[in-house]
């Protein structure tokens, strides 16, 4: 089958924007200033806790940069997110789960525990979080096991709830969230770099904030696995914790003006709005009129899919713009799972996508995960076009069947609409193409 000139245009634009969203170069900008600090503190020790899906590429930087100035480090990161060209003489690399956490991740955080217990008033420590972050620190509290843990990530990653709402429960459980990673580091000297995969790019959500002062509470945890009807389903040791905490039983997550975060830095060092701003200029050097239509997409994927085939189409059917014109968008969407198939946001949202637009000539999409996984998957997304509905009705194929069912993996496997990256070492949430001819 022919590949459309829009669909390789689209992908041109993607790769563009990852690469703004580098971490290597994000945390690279930033090496003359830690060791300013790291010298101008007097400080005795740097150490170097690099956790999240870009930990590799972000720590890779930092060595680079400061060299034998590192004392030590620990590096925390998804399996297959290391390349055998990254090089971490000075650091203990460990791979673990994602999204569901496993017993290396809580392996990796005990030895990051253990290292920052060591750290005194006379040292630097410099945390590179990434997206992911959540999932791979896992120090679950006294009580809770590890498959407490992962049962309640399963249930709150099928519920829909959005990240913000996931990570104010997992604060709520764990010894390194909600800023409580500070808390054990203090009264060390922190810089904490920070790559944001959040809509809103806020440090307290990002990796569910390990450095960051944390604004909820118990209650608000409690409310959330309310909301989604989770309270029941909930681990009994999990649920002994919230109500401890609800009950004033249990210490709070460090809050805003706390003496945990007097020496502590926080610094947003990439995010999604970085990537669409060079997705535009990409666009735009090829000919197309760019917009950016939101940085903070958020909602069911197969309703923001909707959402933005009906805005293409009327712009199409109308012709009150100067054609062809790139849409772009970014964030982050939900799936309710309740169906039994596999896919992730970025493929239900293409799939939703083609769907509304099935008929319509000269509309293309690409939707990918900028971390190149898009579920339990190995695509990155989705790319489709006016046509991909109906090439799979001539396949024999029902779109609507494979959406009900959650399986726009299966359905795209058999259209050959997967857009496969593999790691792409950054993350900064999803990315959305339209181009419209």
């Known amino acids: 089958m022919e590949t459309s000139p829009f669909k390789e245009m689209a992908k041109e634009i993607h790769a563009a924007a990852l690469k703004a969203a580098d971490p290597y170069a994000s945390v690279a900008r930033h090496g003359d200033a830690i060791r300013s600090a790291f010298r101008e503190g007097r400080c005795r020790r740097l150490f170097i806790i690099a956790f999240g899906k870009a930990a590799c590429p972000m720590a890779g930087a930092l060595e680079d940069h400061l060299g034998e100035t590192i004392t030590a480090g620990i590096l925390l990161t998804k399996y297959g997110h290391c390349l055998p060209t990254h090089r971490h003489g000075r650091m203990r690399v460990f791979e673990a789960g994602h999204p569901v956490p496993d017993e290396n991740g809580v392996r990796g955080t005990e030895e990051i525990l253990s290292l920052l217990r060591e750290s005194d008033d006379r040292d630097l420590v410099v945390f590179a979080i990434s997206g992911g972050g959540s999932a791979l620190c896992v120090a679950p509290y006294d009580g809770i096991t590890l498959q407490d843990k992962q049962a309640l990530t399963e249930l709150l990653l099928r519920s829909g709830a959005g990240i913000d709402e996931i990570n104010t429960v997992r604060k709520h459980i764990s010894k390194v969230k909600g800023g409580r990673l500070a808390e054990v580091a203090a009264p060390s000297s922190c810089i904490a770099l920070i790559l944001s995969d959040v809509v809103g790019d806020r440090p307290d959500v990002i990796a569910s904030g390990p ?138 949202l293409a799939l939703a996508f083609a769907l509304e637009a099935e008929g319509a000539d000269g509309i293309t999409l690409l939707s990918a995960g900028t971390d190149g996984t898009d579920g339990p998957t190995d695509a990155a997304g989705a790319l489709v076009d006016g046509e991909t509905a109906g090439q799979a009705r001539r396949k024999g194929l029902s779109p609507e069947a494979f959406l009900e069912d959650n399986d726009s993996y299966d359905f795209f496997r058999e259209t050959g609409g997967l857009f496969i990256t593999g790691p792409t070492g950054t993350n900064v949430m999803d990315i959305q193409i339209t181009i419209i001819e």
């Open 211 to 348: 450095t960051a002062p944390d604004p909820t509470t118990y209650d608000d945890a409690l409310a959330i696995l309310d909301k989604y009807l989770l309270l029941e389903k909930t681990p009994l040791t999990i649920r002994d914790v919230i109500y401890r905490g609800v009950s004033g039983l249990w210490p709070e997550t460090p809050k805003p003006g706390s003496a945990v975060f007097g020496r502590v830095r926080n610094i947003i060092i990439g995010s999604n709005r970085t990537a669409l701003e060079a997705a535009y200029a990409k666009a735009e050097s090829m000919g197309l009129r760019a917009e950016i239509v939101s940085p903070e997409l958020t909602g069911e994927a197969a309703e923001a899919g909707r959402r933005l085939a009906r805005r293409a189409r009327e712009i199409r059917n109308s012709r009150a713009h100067f054609l062809p014109l790139c849409l772009l968008s970014g964030g982050e969407t939900t799936v309710t799972l309740r169906g039994r198939g596999k896919g992730g946001r970025n493929m239900e």
